[in-house]
Each structure stands twice: as C-alpha cells, then as structure tokens.
C-alpha cells in the first residue's frame, strides 16, 4: 500500500509529549468551512485527525464501519463518551503543544468547541505509570500497516484508519500496595526483564488481550501514553489503532469478563473515564483527504 495515503503519526512511534483533544459540534452550518481548513492545517503527523460517528451524521454521509463506543456493564463499567472530532497533537515541547491547541481552537471556533484535552506524555522507553512496558506485542512493519490501516478500497477511504481511545484512570496508591508477585500477575509479566510469566493467572491483562488467541486473530496497534493531573489524578491514555474496530471490541469485551465471566485483573486498580471510536482519514499530498466526507 502507498504509504504516502497515511496520517503518518498514526505508524511512527509514541512522541515524547501528546495532547489528545475532543471537539463536540456547536455550528452545523459552518462545518465544511471548518473541516476544509482543518484539511489544510493538519499534516497526519504532528496532528493525527479522527472524525466521530456524530459527524458524519451532521455531515449525511456514511463511513462503512464507523459507529460510537458500545456501553460495556456488568461486572465492570465500561463507558462511552461520544465525540465529533478528535486530534492528537505530537511533539517533543510542551509550550509548541500548548500554542497548537490554542491554533486549533481558534480554526475551528465556528463549528467546533474544545470538550475535553488531555495532556500526556511518554515514560521512559515507553511505560505504563505501574513501571510495565505498554505495547510489547505491538505489530510491526507490514503487520502494523495490515493491523492499524485500511489497505483496500476506493480513494478517500484506503489509507485510513479507525481508532479507539480511552483515558484510563489509575489508583497507583492502591496497586504498589500489592506483593510485587501480584503485580506482576496483574501484568501478566515481570516489570524488571518484561518477560510474560507462563504461569499467570486467566486473569492477567496478557492473557485476557493475547491477540493471537483470538478466532480471527484480534491485532491493533497500540500508540497509548501516560497522562497526570496537579489534583494528583493519572492514568494511560489508551489508543488502538486497526483496520476496523472489530479488534479492539473483542479484546474489551474479553477484558470485561463477558466471554467467559474472567474479568480483566487490571480493573482491580484502574477504570476507563471515557470511551470514544474516530475514523482517521487518509492523506491526500499534504492535506487530509476528506472526499469520503464529500469535501
């Protein structure tokens, strides 16, 4: 596939700063205008651009395979938060974040107004704030591109991409209060050599998302960051990458105990705040390809 169709932020690896921000709706009339500049600003690498199933409605057009997060309840509580528009800002300076967001707001003031914005950032190599390496069984190379991307169909729609993403809230207080054997059974891997631990319980975050123990095997592409607050709240800002949102459906649901009624240890210490599905669109030189959108 040609690679030059993709929002190339979505394949490189996790920036060192990131601002995840979602936009809801506030002037339908002034939408084209607002997303034709948006088209213009966003290169697909510095900023990642996903558009929300509300917007395609507000739009009248239909993208084949997008639709909001399913509410997920039972033993845990799962929930989605519904968004028209979702840029992530990458980069290594804070203050450039900072100044991007304020560009942004001011493009696309007309139609769109600023709901939530979460700053994150990465952790040494590329840990979770629990010290465990987040997206060890990542894809890579092809498999990443087949895993994260759409690489068939008409133009407009072939080098795009539907995301998940959450932001996870951890109570790390209560998770360094457990045994380190627990931990890492949480894990389902040693936090110092990040070796799986073949003895883990059904239990285990490794085990309840195993990507290849899925029946069709169940890849995505992991670009998740840790993000903290000043009141002392922090989390991972889980993002996942694929084809479709078939993927990561099956891994949640696994993960929520609805298969096989095995809940996912990690709910023990962390719970999702929100729940929101994008379609990323492809690129189209340097400008975001928005044909599939009618503009």
């Not at 490189?12 to 709706?25: I, N």
């Not at 339908?28 to 917007?55: M, N, P, Q, T, W």
Request: some cysteine; proline content about 4%; glycine content about 10%.
């Amino acid at each position: 596939m040609d690679r030059t169709l993709v929002q190339h932020g979505i394949l490189d690896a996790v920036p060192a700063q990131g601002s995840y921000l979602f936009f809801s709706v506030c002037g339908e009339g002034k939408l084209r205008k607002a997303l034709k500049k948006l088209a213009r600003y966003a290169d697909g690498e510095a900023i990642v651009v996903g558009i929300g199933a509300s917007l395609a409605k507000a739009l009248n057009v239909d993208i084949q395979g997008l639709r909001n997060f399913s509410v997920l309840g039972g033993a845990v509580d799962v929930p989605s938060t519904p968004f028209a528009l979702w840029c992530w800002l990458r980069g290594s300076d804070r203050g450039e974040l900072l100044l991007r967001t304020r560009e942004l707001e001011y493009l696309l003031d007309d139609a769109f107004q600023l709901e939530l914005a979460i700053d994150a950032f990465k952790y040494d190599s590329g840990r979770d704030l629990t010290g465990y390496e987040d997206g060890t069984e990542n894809p890579k190379g092809d498999a990443a591109v087949a895993a994260a991307l759409v690489t068939k169909g008409k133009t407009g729609i072939k080098g795009s991409s539907f995301v998940a993403v959450q932001q996870w809230l951890h109570d790390l207080d209560h998770f360094e209060s457990w045994p380190k054997k627990r931990q890492d059974n949480t894990i389902g891997r040693r936090r110092e050599d990040n070796k799986e631990l073949v003895k883990a319980p059904a239990s285990a975050h490794v085990k309840r998302t195993a990507q290849e123990g899925f029946d069709p095997q169940a890849f995505v592409l992991r670009r998740s960051m840790p993000w903290s607050e000043s009141d002392g709240s922090m989390g991972l800002v889980f993002v996942a990458f694929g084809s479709s949102f078939d993927a990561f459906e099956v891994q949640m649901r696994r993960m929520a105990g609805m298969d096989d009624a095995i809940v996912d240890a990690l709910f023990g210490f962390s719970r999702p705040l929100t729940g929101s599905f994008f379609w990323c669109p492809p690129m189209q030189g340097r400008e975001l390809d928005l044909s599939a959108v009618k503009l």
